[in-house]
């Protein structure tokens, strides 16, 4: 019995990687634990690279499950609630990711309202006055009050500059975007070869047939997300806050790379045993591994922050600069392997794993992950590493600059 249930355990950690391409053109793919709640997310190649407006595609997340053709804000609102179902949208600097949450059985309510927010959303002007702008400064607000938060996005404007992937995920001025420019955007992402749908809990065929019955009114052709091509730069700046203190340094790469996974396991200071500092570098510093793959390019970095930044931001530099024995190669690799395998357990891990691989149709698998990890050495490693701090460095100090280092004091 456990030997077969491990045998169908394995099966589907091999088609949670799978794609398919539905009869109306979208790509999906689903995986099927059997667990009583489902999730389908749809992608949408919206994400801050490809805005044509600085904070638009901000905007685009707040306008998720307002007025539609189909039915009301409230209505939405109301119907999700008698379901027990919940909604939510996301975005990164790739997608913009719409949510449903709800119990096995109901997706085809839930598949049917996430499409009419691609097919039939309204853009009310009073709606995007009295609830998307409003709701977009608080979250500006907030998020740019952590000096974590603020690190990363002046990391990104800094390294890939201010358009593509340098574009922050924050609209720094809502209030005075159109609701034209909105309904542009929305128009060119909201098309057949930008959409992908995601789900959990749910059998891939039902998915795809859902699917295809609601979103075959997408259009099949448009100018499409045309986001700029990622180009590295690297620079330094330092912005003096009241907020607390944060140092990012980090580099970039062309692409994301098992080598970049394997250091960032290295670096991770999550201990194998609970309640002790564990063996990681950074260990008992308040710097974190930071490793942000796109498409074309990758951001791999440490991230400070805490009571003792200048001190912990020169323990992190030596860290990198040491690069990894063998033996600690062979645990970084063991430990990013764990890393992959687990991620796709979880939803948001499934979604993280299979975005990239989702639009272009790629079909892959956790052994292939795998693979990739067990050409991973420590002379690889260290290639990787020589290439990176050969690199100009992007440096970001916030908080009492007076007190943070500057980049050229770390041998950077």
């Known amino acids: 019995m456990m030997l077969a249930r491990a045998g169908r355990s394995t099966a589907a950690l091999r088609r949670s990687f799978a794609t398919a391409v539905d009869a109306s053109g979208v790509s999906v793919a689903a995986v099927d634990h059997g667990q009583p709640t489902a999730a389908v997310t749809v992608l949408v190649k919206a994400g801050s690279r490809y805005e044509t407006q600085p904070g638009i595609a901000h905007l685009l997340k707040n306008f998720a499950f307002k007025t539609t053709s189909q039915r009301s804000a409230l209505r939405t609102a109301r119907e999700a609630e008698l379901y027990g179902g919940v909604l939510s949208s996301t975005l990164t600097r790739e997608h913009l990711a719409i949510t449903a949450e709800f119990l096995r059985g109901d997706e085809p309510h839930f598949v049917e309202l996430l499409s009419s927010v691609l097919t039939s959303t309204q853009f009310l002007p009073h709606e995007l006055v009295e609830d998307v702008v409003p709701h977009s400064i608080a979250e500006t607000t907030a998020a740019l009050a952590d000096p974590a938060t603020q690190a990363l996005e002046l990391a990104h404007a800094i390294a890939f500059r201010s358009t593509g992937l340098g574009a922050s995920l924050f609209a720094q001025h809502p209030s005075k975007k159109s609701l034209d420019g909105l309904k542009e955007f929305a128009a060119s992402a909201f098309t057949k070869g930008n959409v992908a749908v995601v789900g959990t809990g749910i059998d891939q065929s039902k998915l795809s047939e859902l699917v295809s019955k609601h979103l075959a009114g997408l259009p099949s052709a448009g100018a499409g997300a045309k986001g700029s091509s990622s180009q590295y730069f690297g620079g330094e700046t330092r912005i003096g806050s009241h907020g607390g203190n944060a140092v990012f340094i980090g580099f970039g790469a062309s692409?994301?790379?098992?080598?970049?996974?394997?250091?960032?396991?290295?670096?991770?200071?999550?201990?194998?045993?609970?309640?002790?500092?564990?063996?990681?570098?950074?260990?008992?510093?308040?710097a974190i591994p930071v490793y942000i793959p796109y498409s074309d390019a990758a951001l791999f970095g440490v991230l400070v922050t805490g009571d003792n930044v200048a001190e912990d931001t020169k323990t992190a530099v030596a860290a990198l600069k040491k690069g990894l024995s063998k033996e600690e190669a062979t645990k970084a690799v063991a430990k990013a392997k764990f890393k992959a395998a687990s991620a796709i357990e979880a939803r948001e891990g499934f979604l993280t794993t299979v975005a990239p691989l989702v639009f272009d149709g790629s079909k892959s698998s956790l052994d292939s992950v795998h693979a990739a990890l067990d050409k991973v050495s420590d002379s690889s490693v260290s290639k990787s590493l020589s290439s990176l701090l050969g690199s100009k460095p992007t440096f970001v100090a916030v908080g009492d600059v007076n007190a943070l280092p500057y980049v050229d004091e770390l041998g950077l």
């Not at 790379?257 to 564990?278: C, F, I, M, N, R």
């Open 255 to 286: 692409a994301a790379s098992p080598e970049l996974s394997a250091l960032q396991a290295h670096l991770d200071v999550t201990p194998a045993l609970k309640w002790t500092t564990g063996s990681s570098p950074l260990a008992g510093t308040g």
